[in-house]
């Protein structure tokens, strides 16, 4: 789905007006607020990436906030023409850095804030609040604001009018002043949530002031240090907050297309011999296989005995209930197309050995390409019983994956997701 | 290798949607329904944890019952499920409230409204409101005006009504209680359930028909010789007689579930996944269907009624020996009917519907028939080679068979019928759901999507508008034929079929 423009420009208004301003213009028509009844989402845009790009003049204006296929491409080729290493992310403050040395502060236009997914925007969102930061640390906030009330085609009386305010400025500035701005304009009525659309390394001192109150938390763990991540994984889960992880939510297909090969009742004793696990992952950041690897040790009763870190990548040790041990490997595998999202599992083989004759036993492959697949088929793997299934990852974008989360979810923390941090977090404090 | 129970990995991966909180009020709620089928149901998604915590039930009857012993007669009737789940029981058991009502009074529907007030203020079910009429169908019309009088419906985005079926007993008035309800509420707001649409296997129609290239350039007149949809039962008329004797089976399963099964299974595709798109379809679908004789209606359906049978060690009483039925009913307990659909895709392939009780299997399907090979190239080890066939088991043992031709083993070319198996169980290892936990949730989510619009019940009941006028009018034109218990139903309901040289198939 393309993104979506407002209709109408936003007025640029003082910080100190724009809540007076819509409250005045939510009661102006009748007495009583015409809002939807729906949830206000905030969100973090920083667009570090696009900024820089456009600042560069590497492409062109404006920065609208959403990572587009210019974006992606042009990023890939100057990750490559650098000699970055290939398993860099799009969103690695290594690639910002880069090119950070060569911007011309020149105003291009911005307009962050302004353009919404449509699969965000047919939420009918109540006020959608934009937290634009600006690489000059002190500059100024601006904020502007707009209102709409898009034409439906559902019949009934719903009122789906919503806001749009932006607030953009240093990110010194965004602390001290807009964070306080944001407060006041939230609905005590309403669910509210924060989208974090950068990396949890960038501005922690917004982030933490975020967690400390009520809205429910949507993050991504493929963009920040693994320690980082799953410090406010831990953090959220102590204090009861709603959190989403939309690392979490791209394995989904990966949990799904494992889980399918075991409905057929028949398959189920695999499960009680599986003797080895290997993980593919897409770059070095491990903190996705750790996921996956912690849902399957925790649904199959599995305990965490031991790891280790080699130059190859990480060896981990589970042991089942009848004391057998359950060998895991994560292999971090570069490969020649960077990737948009670090650490992505790209393939996924469990052995189950249930006999010393190999053809009595069963092999399960799942990969993202056919390729891996084959990969993973090395090694004498054909002589046993193989089952196999090319899962493609993930292509929906960010905002398809919150909109979904927006649209299905109470907010809650998935249980299973919390299962999983508790040992992923076991797991990684033992490699340190 | 032994299988176990259920998959370790699948638990808790299903994503379910979340219902908002919610206050449920049956009304009827003393009667068989709410313990056989809602609290069960209910008591299912509290289980799979589909429920939210600011959650409320309250159970409505004119008996004059408190929260205990609501509470209590429910764990009563319920001791089988509760039995393996005492501890969930007992927190499930919370939500659980009774207020005596008389809908008719206008004081008892007053007195819930302020009971209901105090409810959601207790449980913070933020005013959302499912009212369920499980009462006789003649209090539909009345119960909804109540409801409206006392203002418990107003709120179109946060109260609705799920009404059981028969919605109506013809045309006429099933239009006229559709005038009355609107009147109280939108239609948005009104939940006709069918609790045959909440059935796994029916839902699968759609997704094996627009969720596969296979099927669709072959579901028409160009491929499809007949189709046949059976829903048959083992029991009698069992301790349901009252009803029974007014309704028959043409308006208690042919005019709902076997005609929604045909709608579902000969629609268009819709343009997207969407309620009001998939009902379109569906009432497009009903309109354009009719009776293939409709000037002659006897011609294109049969009545029946079962007789004694079973044997010595069981022996099964007539319909008319049953308690509480008529000596001389002419109620019919089976009903077999041909139907045809004017459209581009369904000219002249005759749909056949039969239901019946007392039959000798217990199921559900529907059975579509390929036209034949143009030539026979092969000689067939069965005297006629069998066309093909895709059978759809809505119950039991849900899932699918294909029938096709393959070389019978041997030296010479000759070919035999086998069958392609698909079976939830085999592949899923996990029984479905009931249709109501399904219906249920879906009515609380504000889904509508397995649920009939006034239209198209409005279009099942002109259906067969021929077949109830005449069975007012010139009953004599449309006899009842007994059949013996634990067959298949009257002869002349093969010879309805067999007219057109084609024979129902035997389960």
């Known amino acids: 789905m393309k993104a979506q423009l407002t209709l109408q420009t936003p007025l640029e208004l003082p910080p100190k007006e724009i809540s007076s301003y819509l409250d005045k213009l939510w009661i102006s028509e009748n007495d009583f607020s015409l809002g939807a009844n729906t949830f206000s989402l905030v969100v973090w845009q920083p667009s570090w990436l696009e900024q820089c790009l456009v600042m560069n003049n590497i492409i062109s204006g404006p920065i609208t906030g959403n990572l587009s296929q210019e974006i992606i491409k042009t990023s890939k080729e100057l990750i490559l023409e650098n000699r970055l290493p290939l398993a860099t992310s799009l969103y690695s403050s290594k690639l910002t850095d880069l090119l950070k040395k060569n911007i011309s502060y020149d105003s291009s236009e911005d307009l962050r804030g302004q353009f919404f997914e449509s699969s965000i925007s047919t939420l009918n969102p109540r006020r959608l609040i934009t937290l634009a930061p600006t690489f000059e640390r002190d500059s100024e906030l601006k904020t502007f604001v ?16 919503g806001d749009l305010v932006v607030i953009r400025g240093g990110t010194q500035s965004i602390y001290s002043e807009g964070l306080e701005l944001v407060n006041n304009l939230s609905i005590d009525d309403l669910p509210s949530w924060l989208w974090w659309n950068g990396s949890l390394d960038d501005s922690p001192e917004i982030f933490d002031s975020f967690c400390e109150g009520g809205r429910r938390l949507i993050i991504d763990t493929a963009n920040g240090s693994i320690k980082r991540c799953l410090d406010i994984l831990n953090k959220a889960l102590q204090s009861n907050k709603a959190i989403n992880d939309l690392n979490w939510v791209r394995l989904k297909s990966w949990r799904e297309s494992l889980a399918m090969i075991f409905d057929p009742p028949p398959r189920r004793a695999i499960l009680e011999h599986i003797s080895d696990i290997d993980i593919d992952i897409e770059g070095d950041h491990i903190i996705q296989a750790l996921f996956l690897i912690s849902w399957i040790s925790d649904k199959l009763a599995w305990k965490f005995e031991k790891i280790e870190k080699n130059v190859h990548g990480i060896k981990a040790s589970f042991r089942r209930g009848n004391g057998e041990e359950i060998k895991i490997s994560i292999n971090p595998l570069p490969l020649g197309n960077p990737s948009i999202h670090s650490g992505q599992v790209i393939g996924l083989r469990l052995i189950s050995k249930i006999s010393k004759n190999p053809k009595q036993n069963t092999c399960i492959i799942l990969g993202s390409e056919s390729a891996e697949c084959t990969r993973l088929e090395a090694g004498g793997m054909a002589d046993m019983h193989l089952i196999e299934e090319v899962v493609p990852n993930s292509l929906s974008a960010s905002e398809t994956d919150v909109s979904q989360l927006l649209g299905s979810s109470r907010g809650n923390t998935s249980p299973l997701f919390e299962n999983a941090i508790k ?10 | 290798m032994n299988s176990s129970l259920s998959n370790p990995l699948r638990l808790g991966l299903r994503q379910e949607r979340v219902i908002p909180p919610q206050c449920l009020v049956i009304f009827g709620a003393s009667g068989d329904l709410t313990h056989r089928k809602l609290i069960p149901a209910l008591f299912e998604l509290f289980l799979q944890r589909r429920l939210p915590s600011e959650f409320a039930i309250v159970g409505c009857a004119r008996r004059p019952w408190d929260d205990d012993e609501f509470r209590a007669k429910m764990e009563y009737k319920l001791e089988k499920q509760i039995s393996q789940n005492e501890k969930e029981w007992v927190n499930f058991s919370k939500y659980l409230f009774y207020e005596p009502v008389d809908l008719q009074k206008e004081d008892d529907v007053i007195k819930l409204a302020s009971r209901l007030a105090e409810i959601d203020k207790d449980q913070a079910t933020h005013g959302n409101r499912t009212f369920y009429l499980s009462v006789s169908p003649n209090f539909y019309g009345s119960g909804c005006k109540a409801l409206k009088n006392a203002g418990l419906i107003n709120d179109p985005k946060k109260s609705r009504i799920v009404i059981e079926k028969p919605f109506g007993r013809d045309y006429s008035s099933a239009k006229k209680l559709n005038r009355i309800v609107q009147s109280c509420a939108h239609e948005s707001q009104i939940y006709r359930i069918d609790h045959y649409l909440g059935k796994e296997t029916v839902q699968n129609i759609l997704v094996l028909r627009f969720a596969n290239t296979i099927f669709e350039p072959i579901w028409n007149r160009n491929y499809i010789s007949n189709v046949q949809i059976t ?25 709902n579930h076997l005609t929604q099964m045909l709608a579902v299974t000969a629609m268009e595709p819709p343009g997207r996944f969407d309620p009001e798109a998939i009902r379109n379809e569906k009432a497009k679908v009903l309109q354009a269907s009719k009776l293939a004789d409709e000037d002659n209606p006897w011609e294109c359906c049969i009545r029946g009624q079962y007789e004694e049978g079973g044997n010595n060690a069981n022996p099964l009483k007539a319909y008319r020996e049953e308690e509480g039925v008529n000596i001389n009913s002419t109620t019919e307990t089976y009903i077999a009917a041909k139907v045809f ?22 199921l559900g399907e529907i059975v579509l028939t390929f036209k034949d090979v143009p030539v026979h190239l092969f000689e067939s080890t069965i005297i006629n080679p069998a066309p093909n066939q895709l059978i759809l088991r809505i119950q039991p043992n849900e899932g699918a068979t294909f029938k096709f031709e393959v070389k019978s083993p041997g030296s010479g070319m000759r070919s035999r019928p086998v069958e392609m198996e698909f079976s939830y169980d085999e592949s899923f290892g996990e029984p479905s759901d009931e249709g109501y936990v399904r219906l249920l949730a879906d009515s609380m989510l504000g889904d509508p999507t397995l649920f009939t619009r006034s239209d198209e019940v409005e279009a099942a009941w002109k259906l067969y508008t021929p077949l109830i006028e005449l069975m007012e009018n010139a009953p004599w034109k449309l006899p009842i034929f007994k059949y013996e218990s634990k067959t298949w139903g009257p002869p002349e309901a093969d010879q309805l079929l067999s007219k057109d040289n084609i024979f129902w198939r035997r389960p």
Request: proline share 4%; aromatic share 10%; net charge negative.
């Open chain 1, 146 to 161: 707009s209102a709409y009330c898009p034409l439906s085609d559902d019949t009934s009386d719903q009122t789906i009018c």
């Open chain 1, 423 to 432: 040992i992923a977090r076991e797991i990684y404090e033992a490699i340190d």
């Open chain 2, 231 to 255: 829903s048959s039962e083992i029991v009698g008329v069992e301790d349901r007689a009252g009803y029974y004797e007014t309704s028959g089976a043409l308006r208690d399963m042919l005019q």
């Open chain 2, 341 to 362: 659909i004017d459209n581009w895709r369904w000219q002249g392939v005759p749909f056949y519907l039969r239901t019946g009780k007392r039959l000798p299997k217990r």
